[in-house]
T-cell receptor
């Protein structure tokens, strides 16, 4: 059974600080990794994808991947109140299937 | 901006009744998916669909579930005899490419409540 594990939180970060979200996955053969943001009662929204070891930056977001450790992380710089949401780590399991983690609830306090 | 449209936004049904959840994918997309999220739990894959056939389904997608593309625009999920545990948010998604489910656009979801 392929699994994606995240700390459920809540993670509370002051506005302007860096939020760090972590995720581990069980399938060593996984190649594609994603971070989705989900506001309460809304659908998941893809914010980052990463496919190779190292860092990938997009604006205030940086995704980090370490395949040897089976570890994915998301850094959010200069956190804003609008970043308060649940962040879902996900791994592509097949051509048409994504396995999601249970999500980490992030709260940015003013 | 193109979007996936789901109707209704909220459906309440009695246990044992049939429900049909509707989705209008983005017009040039050919690959369609259903996911569900029980309140407070993970988003779970149900089924993928292409060329009027199921491409892949999960163990959740048992004989009570079926999918159909009844015309050129709609994509439906039918639950034949609903159970209390079917209560969840159901998300439809569509993508242009077959192996780019990560580029799928999600609809806003239908909240199904079985009473």
């Amino acid at each position: 059974q392929k699994e994606v594990e995240q700390n459920s939180g809540p993670l509370s970060v002051p506005e302007g600080a860096i939020a760090s979200l972590n995720c581990t996955y069980s399938d060593r053969g996984s190649q594609s990794f994603f971070w989705y943001r989900q506001y309460s009662g809304k659908s998941p929204e893809l914010i980052m994808s990463i496919y190779s070891n190292g860092d990938k930056e997009d604006g205030r977001f940086t995704a980090q991947l370490n395949k040897a450790s089976q570890y994915v992380s998301l850094l959010i710089r200069d956190s804003q109140p609008s970043d308060s949401a649940t962040y879902l780590c996900a791994v592509k399991s097949s051509a048409s299937k994504i396995i999601f983690g249970s999500g980490t609830r992030l709260s940015i306090r003013p | 901006e193109p979007e996936v449209t789901q109707t209704p936004s909220h459906q309440v049904t009695q246990m044992g009744q049939e429900v049909i959840l509707r989705c209008v994918p983005i017009s040039n997309h050919l690959y369609f998916y259903w996911y569900r999220q029980i309140l407070g739990q993970k988003v779970e894959f149900l089924v993928s669909f292409y060329n009027n056939e199921i491409s892949e389904k999960s163990e959740i997608f048992d004989d009570q579930f079926s999918v159909e593309r009844p015309d050129g625009s709609n994509f439906t999920l039918k639950i034949r005899s609903t159970k209390l545990e079917d209560s969840a948010m159901y998300f439809c998604a569509s993508s242009e490419q077959p192996d780019r489910v990560d580029e799928a656009f999600f609809g806003q979801g239908t909240r199904l409540t079985v009473v």
